[in-house]
């Protein structure tokens, strides 16, 4: 299913964002219009969501090959509306590799924000646990589904972050909702150029980097949003 | 605030329930029971709350020495609802132990009934992870608080217990509840010996088990509240 755009059919991304306060977040933001940038890319912001709609997601899911929960760190798991979605609304009999096994072969992905700077997350850091240890729940989860899971992507402390980094996290969101096996070095080259021949030129990684207007727009959105306390 | 009972008065044990559907639980059935038993312990079931009194049990927090959340594993978290508290009522001032300080030196345990046996939550098993590793976040709030954490009580597949497991989780959860450092050897002596006497008789810990007679009333609850299903 992740390899589906492999044999001519566009792969469909399904974001499933959690956020109890999301107009209020820099790093949604940023996500979001880099999300907007990508064909075959849907969002859903799940503490928006009406109690029939939220119930209907599940179809969503269901036509989707790449799903990606999105949420900030509250005290070092998801916030409450990713976990009452998934207790209400996920079945073990849908869920279950050896029952329905609907879920089987789709890619999960995780986008994590938190508001420390990297390096609190390792042993000996002050949070002194590290983003993948406390993730383990939600790869449980991806393997009791027969799910592939995809490389986390964790944006620490995305309000203090330089342009470079933040120019480095978006690239990274985009691959991971569009490459079929995201970082993956082999298919690198070949997805930087893919995007390089989308803007009518032929451009390093780096000057794509560089030159693209979809970043530099971005980037001014940011700058408008930048304030001193993120997520 | 752990040891307040070793100068003299009682400690405050306030367990914390998150569960969807406690009613059809035999578990929580037995377990409440149990909790019965032992004085200066309060039974909250989260979910059961309105929402001002769901707003006020941080006070009850304060008062307690020790804080037990106990919940059924639902996708390998905790169910919604005690993320909904910790995300709604939890502040980082209150908790942070750098600033009020206000959980620093109380107790943290957790009571987890799953609907697995414990062989299945090991590298290999067929959950292929083990109830500690999914436990990381509360650990790491414990630690952010200055928690003293406590030895956790997962209870496995309790549909299926045997009467002689469920007479050990008997006696380990009131340990948990009651003990000043719940299963250390040092204590278990003095603790079944003054159990003994609080029942009029000198006992063994073995002969304890057999003759308590609260354990033979809650077998016989547990008798009637028995089914195939459990959570």
Known sequence: ?????????????????????????????????????????????????????????????????????????????????????????????????????????????????????????RVGGSENVTLDQLMVPFWSLARKAAMVPLPALYINDFAHQSDAARAQTYIQYRQLLSMPHPGAPAELAAWFAQRARALGDELTATELTDRDDELAQLRGVVGDLRRGDDD
């Open 1 to 121: 299913m992740a390899d589906k755009d492999d044999g001519g059919a566009a792969m469909q991304t399904l974001i499933i964002v959690s956020h109890p306060d999301i107009d209020g977040s820099t790093s949604q933001a940023f996500l979001r219009a880099t999300a907007a940038l990508e064909p075959h890319t849907e969002w859903v912001h799940l503490d928006g969501l009406e109690p029939a709609a939220r119930h209907q997601l599940w179809s969503r899911v269901q036509a989707a090959d790449r799903i990606i929960f999105q949420f900030p760190l509250y005290w070092y798991g998801a916030p409450a509306s990713l976990w009452a979605w998934l207790d209400d609304e996920w079945t073990d009999h849908q869920v279950s590799a050896a029952r329905a096994g609907e879920l089987r072969g789709k890619a999960l992905g995780l986008v994590v924000t938190t508001g420390h700077p990297s390096a609190a997350f």
